[in-house]
């Protein structure tokens, strides 16, 4: 990625200036994740460069949810103290208002080296990766997810996700570009059309931060795909011209990172269109940049109903108290919310870390709603665990928990086949009439499956 393509991406959002920064939480309980770990005490060099860090140890991610009484002041306010902390360290003069406009997280967002330099106590292959630049994948992490990522711990999950590493550019057998075949189902630029009745509109190119393991990795972040009224119209036109079409995803790239007015009118542009029932749309936004979703927001998006919307959460740490007050708002605005968590090695791969993250998710009343095996793009096998542990965690789920908390594992079949679900095996066979199953104990019973009449 060069620079001069890194500018362009950053220039393909369009601002609106009179969006509201979100205001305290009036809820009761609020999901209060991490402790503010970064006792963090710096001393910066003349270079700017962190020489020092002091972190608190980080609460396991098995911990479960304390009482609202137990999380004490950060979970009435609604304040994250990890993420102020960090704004008081390293961007002592920007007040918590300027903080939280979502425009100011964009335009200071981590995407150099230098800048990393800053707030990470980088490893040595972080370091290198970085100055190698992401073969198909820039970075950006916005100051409120660096946040979040733990300064010392190359191994930190959120940190894994969202800092390159060279494994990056070892590619494996299987691995592809465009797994999902979805560059053979475009008809035209920008939108990919692999079910008879729904398409997949991307918005744009641009996030405000990039996911090392993103399925679009080939074409997110490059600058080469901005949402010019052309391209859209095109798309838009062939939409209009097929009317099997009910169902229209638009995603990205980010399209949250669109400004309101832009948005409103791809949305409208689409609700206009007879044929289409539903839009959904696909986000990383809540989880990265929760700032974005201001009331203003909120009220252009409850014009376009029925809309859904595909949040994308990945680790307990990411369901912070100002990620709980934007699926709060959503929600207020009558706007159905579904993960889709991506199983990734060594970050998500454990039944306690995504027993978590569903509860969670749950009690910020968004439904977990994929499981996706980790898609083969280019430089993902440090990413992809075995297809047993996405069953294993299936497993340690189904019956252990709510059944709303328990998401669809699936593969995307790379080629372009689509979703297939897994899960564990329940059914043991037949004896006579009736049908055995195990249940989640490991015990057996019997069910009398009636006999079709001939
Ligand atoms: S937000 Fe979505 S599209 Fe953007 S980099 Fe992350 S996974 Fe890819």
Redesign the pocket.
């Given at each position: 990625m060069s620079s001069s393509a890194t500018e362009s991406a950053e220039s393909s959002y369009s601002l609106v200036v009179d969006e509201e920064p979100p205001g305290p939480l009036t809820q009761p309980f609020l999901p209060v994740l991490s402790p503010p770990p970064p006792s963090i005490s710096t001393n910066l060099g003349s270079q700017g460069r962190v020489s020092r860090l002091l972190v608190r140890k980080r609460k396991p991610a098995s911990q479960p949810f304390a009482s609202p009484a137990a999380e004490g002041g950060e979970a009435r306010s609604g304040l994250n103290l990890r993420s102020k902390a960090f704004r008081k360290t390293f961007f002592p003069q920007t007040p918590e208002k300027l903080w939280n406009d979502w425009h100011w997280q964009i335009r200071n967002r981590f995407r150099t080296l230098a800048q990393l330099e800053r707030i990470l106590q980088l490893s040595e292959e972080e370091r290198e990766a970085i100055r190698q630049g992401g073969l198909q994948?820039p970075v950006a992490i916005t100051p409120y997810y660096a946040s979040l990522l733990d300064p010392l711990d190359p191994n930190h999950p959120l940190r894994r996700m969202v800092v390159p590493r060279p494994a990056e550019f070892i590619h494996t057998p299987g691995e592809s570009a465009d797994p999902l075949g979805e560059d053979g189902h475009s008809p035209v630029p920008g939108l990919v059309h692999r079910y008879p009745d729904r398409v997949l509109l991307l918005a744009h190119d641009f996030?405000?931060?990039?996911?090392r393991?993103?399925?679009?990795?080939r074409m997110?972040?490059h600058g080469e795909m901005a949402a010019t009224q052309a391209r859209l119209e095109a798309a838009l036109d062939y939409i209009r011209r097929t009317p099997t079409v009910r169902d229209v995803l638009v995603?990205?790239?980010?399209p949250l990172t669109l400004s309101d007015q832009r948005l409103d009118e791809i949305l409208s542009a689409i609700r206009a269109i007879p044929h289409v029932q539903i839009v959904r749309l696909?986000?990383?936004v809540p989880a990265?940049l929760p700032q974005r979703i201001t009331p203003a927001l909120c009220r252009m998006l409850r014009k376009h109903h029925p809309l859904w919307i595909s949040l994308?959460f990945q680790h307990p740490e990411e369901c912070t108290p100002e990620a709980y007050q934007a699926c709060t708002r959503l929600a207020d605005a009558g706007i159905p919310l579904g993960s889709q968590t991506?199983l990734l090695q060594g970050i998500n791969d454990s039944v306690e870390t995504m027993k978590e993250l569903v509860h969670r998710l749950l009690q910020m009343r968004v439904r977990p709603y994929y499981l996706f095996q980790c898609d083969p793009i280019c430089g993902s096998a440090h990413f992809r665990t075995p297809v047993s542990k996405g069953i294993e965690i299936i497993q340690g789920l189904r019956g252990h928990t709510s059944g709303y908390a328990i998401p669809y594992y699936v593969i995307d079949l790379p080629g372009g086949g689509g979703k297939v679900p897994l899960q564990p095996e329940y059914f043991v066979g037949r004896d006579g009439n009736d049908l055995v199953f195990r249940n989640f104990e490991g015990k057996t019973f019997r069910y009398p499956d009636p006999i079709p009449s001939e």
């Open positions: 994948l996030c405000s931060t990039y996911c393991y993103c399925t679009r990795s997110v972040g995603s990205g790239g980010d696909g986000t990383k990265v994308h991506v």
